[in-house]
């Protein structure tokens, strides 16, 4: 079975691992062309429903 040869410091540690964790980001966002909210890119506005120009989720009305 292998073993390390010796301890590897925090530093070293941190190091290797910033090569990937620098690249994480959050989702890129967007403006809806429908109904101008803020929606992540690629999903169907939750608001209105609509996804380049279309509507792919039907939406009750709001009743006051």
Known sequence: MAT???RVSHA???LR???WLGELSAPSL???SNCGEVIRNYCACPSCGY???RQVI???????
């Open 58 to 64: 039907k939406k009750i009305a709001s009743e006051a």
């Open 30 to 32: 967007t403006k809806c």
């Open 51 to 53: 996804y380049r120009g």
């Open 17 to 19: 691992k910033s090569q």
């Open 12 to 14: 070293r540690t941190h």
């Open 4 to 6: 390390p040869k010796s």
